[in-house]
Each structure stands twice: as C-alpha cells, then as structure tokens.
C-alpha cells in the first residue's frame, strides 16, 4: 500500500487560511469517507483534528474543516496561527481492511 | 480518563526481536481495536497492524507481514507488538494508539527501538 500524497510544505502569514491535500486512489481516500488528518508537533504523539472527512473532535478548534472530492482530501485552516505550526498527516481506511497515511506536510506560520 | 502507557525503549542489535507492550486504562479494553504506528527518525507516519482487542484479528500491513506480531492479553488490558529480524532501517518510534469507528482517538506515549550494531 503506497503512502496518500500530501505537499512536503505549506506556508501561511498569521491570520491567512492555507489548504492541505491528500491524494491516494479509488481503493482508499475515493473509497470511503473514513480519511482522518492528524498534528504532530516535534518530539510528541499526532492529535486527532478531523475524522470520517469533515467532522471535528470537541477541543478542536473550528479553524480547522476537512472535504473530499474523488481520490483527494483536504483540510483547511483558517485563521493560521503561531500554533498552527506542525506536521500534519492524512490517513485513510483502505480496501484491504488496513490503514495507510500520508506522507505528511509541514506548516509553517510566517 | 483514556490512557496507553508504553513500555520503555529498548536497543537491540540487528537480527534481534523486539516486543513492545501497550497498557491500557480509563475504559472497556475489549470494546476498541489497537492499532500500531511506527515513525522512524525524521519521516512519515508508518501504519503497520491492528488488533481487535475483543476476539484477538489481526491485520498487517503487506510490508511488515511475516515479520509483525500485534498480540494482546485481555486478563492485563495490554496489547503487544513483536518484531522480528530487526535492521537498521527498523529504528524508529513506534506508537500504540486506540481506534474508535474508523480513526485513532487516543495515543501511547511512544516507544524508541534503536537497532545498531
């Protein structure tokens, strides 16, 4: 199973709103609707930020929404800020009843 | 409250097995799949298997297959990932994590395998 492909880096000033992509294929993302995006800071374990595409844990904050279009997620953050930067991982349920992630993008605030 | 507690880093030298435990607490362990992660220094996110925690399924990923064993002891509430024939490509930070539905909710605090020589 090839890793979903996100940008290596996206890069937003404070306040902007920035997109991150996920694409993979019709046997994962285009698939089904159970694709969850994570945040990872440095030297910590990932965060839960949106799950099942476009729903949002309680605590996070509603800066951050998620979609899907075919084979490709997305999430949104509005608002960037200084927080905001981390890595930040798609991951999908797949046709073989495993789980693959993304290859992770890095957010930087400037 | 949820947690998974990890057991500690280990270092092993290559060709060696490694076999780390994931102690569950703050809920029904039975009811929840636990999933493993791997990350190695500076890369991705890596899913490697999963285990129903109720009836003891598993699932690995195709790269891992014949070297990963997710096992668990419902009597502890621990889950367990073995790995076999380690190399230096296998040192990494590898996570338990606890599925609901379809994605990862709760997350062990991580364990560091070295592999060296």
Known sequence: ?110 | QVQLVQSGAEVKKPGASVKVSCKASGYTFINYPIHWVRQAPGQRLEWMAWVNAGNGNTKYSQKFQGRVTITRDTSANTAYMELTSLRSEDTAVYYCAREVSSWIDYWGQGTLVTVSS
């Open chain 1, 1 to 110: 199973q090839s890793a979903l492909t996100q940008p290596a880096s996206v890069s937003g000033s404070p306040g902007q709103s920035i997109t991150i992509s996920c694409t993979g294929t019709s046997s994962d993302v285009g698939g089904y609707d159970f694709v969850s995006w994570y945040q990872q800071h440095p030297g910590k374990a990932p965060k839960l930020m949106i799950y099942d595409v476009n729903n949002r844990p309680s605590g996070v904050s509603d800066r951050f929404s998620g979609s899907k279009s075919g084979n490709t997620a997305s999430l949104s953050i509005s608002g960037l800020q200084a927080e905001d930067e981390a890595e930040y991982y798609c991951c999908s349920y797949t046709s073989s009843y495993s789980y693959v992630f993304g290859t992770g993008t890095k957010v930087t605030v400037l």
